[in-house]
């Protein structure tokens, strides 16, 4: 169930955590390899996505081309950070995923890749 919280006197919805914690385990191990933060370090919701966290993969020389408007090269760079995610998934996990699959997804092929590994 969504819990209510409030903050400077709004009302702030917060989305379940009821699944994702069935991948705790997972999810200790990923989001320092792929995103480079701790699990303990932010907050995972049910209804979180990869897009949510790829914008930690810009390399660090990444430099904004100023030729673009700042909408423009943000959607680039949010982009370029998920094509990474993805592919560093990919390398590590050898399993497919979209930028906006949901972090459950995502953990559960990993779970089941683990599953055919192991049988």
């Known amino acids: ?8 006197g709004k009302t702030i919805v917060m989305a379940d955590q009821d699944v994702i914690g069935d991948y705790d385990d997972i999810a200790r191990e990923f989001l320092p390899e792929v995103f ?8 995972i919701t049910d209804e979180s ?4 966290f790829s914008v930690g993969c810009a ?5 904004r ?15 370029m ?3 990474i995610a993805v592919k560093v998934i990919k390398k590590k996990y050898d399993i497919d995923v979209n930028a906006y699959d949901s972090l459950i997804l995502v953990f ?11 049988n």
């Open 1 to 8: 169930m969504a819990k209510l919280m409030e903050f400077n």
């Open 36 to 43: 480079g933060i701790e699990l303990d370090e932010c907050l």
């Open 49 to 52: 996505q990869l897009s949510d």
């Open 59 to 63: 390399p660090e020389d990444y430099v």
């Open 65 to 79: 081309d100023t030729s673009l408007s700042r909408q423009e090269s943000l959607k680039h760079l949010y982009d």
């Open 81 to 83: 950070c998920d094509a």
């Open 108 to 118: 559960e092929k990993i779970r089941q890749s683990r599953n055919i590994t192991l």
